[in-house]
Nanobody, 124 residues
Framework: QVQLVESGGGLVQAGGSLRLSCAASGRTFSSYPMGWFRQAPGKEREVVAAINWSGSGTYYADSVKGRFTISRDNAKNTVYLQMNSLRPEDTAVYFC?????????????????WGQGTQVTVSS
């Protein structure tokens, strides 16, 4: 089992920044890829960014490329999502997830452990 706890969400004006954190416990955090997903009301959960076990490989959804940065600190069992130039369409609940397979998975079904989510609201 692995437990994931997100923090750092909140209300921000368009153009602002937030940094999400996800603290992991319960298994060997550094062995597996991590991802950030989001879900807006009435929409499906979608991948935002993913990072492989070492941090050497990353993936970003087209909608966030150049604005968001995913990183991890394996010594602290923590993964981060730095979000800059936020837009109203970034408003959603953001979830941290731990992957079940090696590499750099980006599909919802490839992640087996999920945090409770943190709300990000961007006002126009």
């Amino acid at each position: 089992q692995v437990q994931l706890v997100e923090s750092g969400g909140g209300l921000v004006q368009a153009g602002g920044s937030l940094r999400l954190s996800c603290a992991a416990s319960g298994r060997t955090f550094s062995s597996y890829p991590m991802g950030w997903f989001r879900q807006a009301p009435g929409k499906e959960r979608e991948v935002v960014a993913a990072i492989n076990w070492s941090g050497s490989g990353t993936y970003y959804a087209d909608s966030v490329k150049g604005r968001f940065t995913i990183s991890r600190d394996n010594a602290k069992n923590t993964v981060y999502l730095q979000m800059n130039s936020l837009r109203p369409e970034d408003t959603a609940v953001y979830f941290c997830a731990a992957g079940q397979i090696a590499g750099l998975p980006v599909g919802v079904t490839e992640y087996g452990y999920w945090g409770q989510g943190t709300q990000v609201t961007v006002s126009s």
